[in-house]
């Protein structure tokens, strides 16, 4: 039986809010590249570890492609004529997509489920699964369906975070809820992280890390990443209780700001990397 945690991470209404259209998406997105403290790009990380463990792909498969990263940094690193076919559930993101692969002749986009790919076995150079495997209601079935399709000799990759991420972040939730006198969120294990995503793969792969987090030097943008998220669970949907959580929110980080100059938050990403046997 699926957890809360799992519900409200795969369900398709916390789906369509977060990723029917890219607006919240484009604000973790400003907010890592803004205030982010990760000592690398992971999109491009993940190009240049794969480069190190063998040749330039040819055909490259990107699952919940979202809003290109991953397209753009194999652009910038990898030969032009790579063929990238990128897929995504949200007809939104797919859209914008288009949009941006347009006149690249060897990009394709397309709405898919990455549980049921609609690909040959046996496709792709890499296939790659970068922060969306959480979010997949049967997590086992994609990377099998991702495994599928990849070339013997191939490497499957999926960036995704550690199993401790954003603690400042939960602690502020944590003590808002108490001193608003609401009940805790309940917290489950993480569907796939750099400690629980070992599970499903179906070898070992190797595991490259890096620390990442923020350091805000105003709560503005701090707060506009707590409200794009699923940090506070349903609590955005009663407008008076949400509104009321924020301003303590607000008053907590500047206050820290005030104290110490920045508000800090800290976390760790990563990249699994699997190679399909030959």
Known sequence: MADDRQDSITGSDYLARQYGTDDALNIRIETHRRYGVAHQDVFEAVCREGLERGPAPAHILDLGAGTGNWYRAIRRLLPQETRYIGID????????LEEMTDADPDAEVLVADAQTLPFADESFDWVGAHYMLYHVPRIQDAVNEAW???????LFMAATNGDHQYQEFIELRDRVLHDLGLPPVRVHASRFDLESGLEYFPVPPDIVRWPSGFVFDQSGPALRYLQSGALFGGL????????????????????E?????????????GIFIAAKPG
């Open 257 to 269: 700001i005030h104290r110490r100059g920045h508000f800090s938050v800290h976390s760790e990403t």
């Open 89 to 96: 559930q949200s007809s939104g993101m797919v859209s914008r």
């Open 236 to 255: 955005s949907r009663q407008p008076d209780i949400w509104q009321a959580a924020l301003d303590r929110c607000r008053e907590a980080i500047e206050s």
């Open 148 to 154: 599928r399709v990849l070339k013997p000799g191939g």
